[in-house]
Nanobody, 123 residues
Framework: QVQLVESGGGLVQAGGSLRVSCAAS????????MGWFRQAPGKEREFVAA????????YYAASLKGRFTISRDNAKNTVYLQMNSLKSEDTAVYYC????????????????WGQGTQVTVSS
C-alpha cells in the first residue's frame, strides 16, 4: 500500500515557476514508477510526466517537455515536478501517481493516486 500526499501548489503569475512535491508513505516507494497527471476544469485528466523507480528514465507529455522536469529522491520518498515558464493553460489540479512499472503509464493503469494540489497561473 502506498499513500501519496501532494504539496506546493498555489497561485503563480504567468512566466513564473513552481515546484510541487509528492510525499509517499510506505517502504516500497523506491519500487514504484512515479508520475504526474493534471486535470483542468471541464477536461479529462492528462499525463504530464513519469519517472522510473531508479530515476534513470523520464517521460514527458510532448507539449510540456522543456518546461517541466520530474525528479525523485528515494531516500525522502518524494517525487517532484518543477514547472517553469508557466502559462495560464497550465492551470489545473495536479495529481501524483504511482504504478508498479513505468510501462503504459496511463491514468487507467495507475495503482495509487494522490488527492491532488491546485496550481493556478494568472495571466
Amino acid at each position: 500500500q502506498v499513500q501519496l500526499v501532494e504539496s506546493g501548489g498555489g497561485l503563480v503569475q504567468a512566466g513564473g515557476s513552481l515546484r510541487v512535491s509528492c510525499a509517499a508513505s510506505g517502504r516500497t516507494f523506491s519500487r514504484y514508477a512515479m508520475g504526474w497527471f493534471r486535470q483542468a476544469p471541464g477536461k479529462e485528466r492528462e499525463f504530464v510526466a513519469a519517472i522510473s523507480w531508479s530515476g534513470s528514465s523520464t517521460y514527458y507529455a510532448a507539449s510540456l517537455k522543456g518546461r517541466f522536469t520530474i525528479s525523485r529522491d528515494n531516500a525522502k520518498n518524494t517525487v517532484y515536478l518543477q514547472m517553469n515558464s508557466l502559462k495560464s493553460e497550465d492551470t489545473a489540479v495536479y495529481y501524483c501517481a504511482a504504478r508498479s512499472t513505468i510501462m503504459d503509464f496511463t491514468s487507467a493503469n495507475i495503482d495509487y493516486w494522490g488527492q491532488g494540489t491546485q496550481v493556478t497561473v494568472s495571466s
